[in-house]
């Protein structure tokens, strides 16, 4: 058999747009799929043929990622799509490889994804590495504070230059959230299906201090809070006065929050439930220049001697010494190879999903009390989290 992976063109799309609705159980029609492919653009997709036929295919979306207070390209993968007839024949796994080899090839050193399928793409490399989590508050419940100084501005316009502002900075400190693209963008601004109710909150000062988008579904039925971001307690204060606002014709917020959010502890009670909540999947496709684009303490300058496992792309595997000065990292080649790890360990780590001392009970790490230590010191982290959905 002969395999090809490629850009997709136009011509390529009146098949790989069903094939892709089929294979992922999307309820459109072969035409609205056509449609909604051609308005994201074509360059997004690849396709991957057997013997000049599509079997299968995905999306790259343009998007960065934080970490370690540093910002840094990520091939965000989605709609990842096999036909049915072709399944069980290795065609998403090759397909996914040529995809990681692209990728290295372009200079990107990390992939982040959703997974349908967890053992999958473990398989290739990818390891979980972050939440999204929904949280389900009760306005009710929610005691206002009107002495918080925060005033609310509406937005009419979509521009999303006023809210990058403010989630730009805010971003920085955070693990594992988007640098977001003007198509990520957009995807938070309008909706075809809802209309996106668009908020801005300022302090005393005129200073923007944090925002919310949202949609309402209709008489007691739920909120569904998109995006938000509150960079002090006052404007955390306000939303929560705003919610509770709500009471009478909701009974629900669903809102996307970190792991551990400071909103948790500025609720009034401990009654915040989970909604839902998924792991994103992350995936060290070249690992020196991914340890090169993280941020890392400052204060912190040592090395240490990493023995890395990566069946799959062989540019990575081997013996490395990671460094560490004055706030950069820099992986080269050699060391006795004292810590022993898989590339899927290195993905936890390098997110600061999992501690050190849990990933070697929990993956394929080996490493003694002290190595243990000096990996946590190096991969210190907030948890990492997004609420974007891709």
């Known amino acids: 058999m002969n395999y090809w992976y490629g850009n997709a063109v136009e011509d390529d799309i009146p098949v790989l747009a069903p094939l892709l609705g089929q294979a992922l159980h999307f309820n459109m029609t072969r035409e609205a799929l056509v449609e909604w492919m051609q308005k994201r653009g074509v360059g997004l997709y690849r396709a991957f043929k057997v013997d000049g036929t599509i079997a299968a295919g995905l999306g790259i979306l343009p998007m960065g990622q934080w970490f370690g207070g540093k910002a840094q390209p990520t091939a965000g993968i989605t709609v990842v799509g096999v036909g049915p007839e072709w399944r069980g024949r290795k065609v998403g796994g ?131 809070v998109i995006d938000w971001v509150a960079t002090t307690g006052a404007a955390l204060d306000a939303l929560l006065d705003f919610w509770a606002g709500h009471r009478s014709l909701v009974s629900k917020i669903v809102l996307p929050g970190a792991p551990i959010d400071p909103l948790l502890f500025r609720y009034h009670e401990q009654g915040i439930e989970y909604n839902w909540h998924l792991d994103w999947m992350l995936r060290i496709i070249n690992a020196p220049l991914a340890i090169q684009r993280r941020g890392f303490p400052r204060w912190l300058n040592c090395e240490i001697a990493l023995d890395l496992i990566d069946p799959r792309l062989d540019w990575n595997h081997g013996r490395w010494v990671l460094q560490l000065r004055d706030g950069v990292g820099r992986l080269e080649r050699g060391g006795n190879g004292a810590v022993s790890l898989h590339v899927r360990d290195l993905a936890a780590l390098y997110s600061g999903y999992l501690a050190p001392h849990d990933l070697r009970l929990a993956g394929s790490l080996q490493a003694d009390a002290e190595q243990l230590g000096l990996l946590a010191a190096i991969f210190a982290s907030p948890r990492p989290w997004m609420s974007d959905m891709f």
């Open 94 to 224: 090759l397909m996914m490889e040529a995809m990681l080899r692209e990728q290295y090839e372009q200079d990107v050193a990390i992939s982040t994804l959703y997974p349908a399928t967890t053992q999958f793409y473990r398989t290739l490399g990818y390891e979980r590495a972050g939440s999204r989590i929904l949280y389900q508050l009760n306005p009710s419940l929610i005691k206002p504070k009107r002495d918080h100084g925060v005033t609310l501005r509406q937005v009419l316009e979509t521009d999303y230059a006023p809210f990058a502002a403010i989630y730009d900075p805010w971003a920085a400190s955070q693990a594992g959230v988007l640098e977001r693209s003007q198509l990520m963008w957009e995807r938070v601004m309008v909706s075809p299906r809802a209309e996106r109710l668009r908020y801005i909150l300022s302090d005393q000062a005129g200073q923007a201090v944090g925002y919310v988008v949202y949609e309402q579904a209709g008489q007691f039925e739920d909120v569904k």
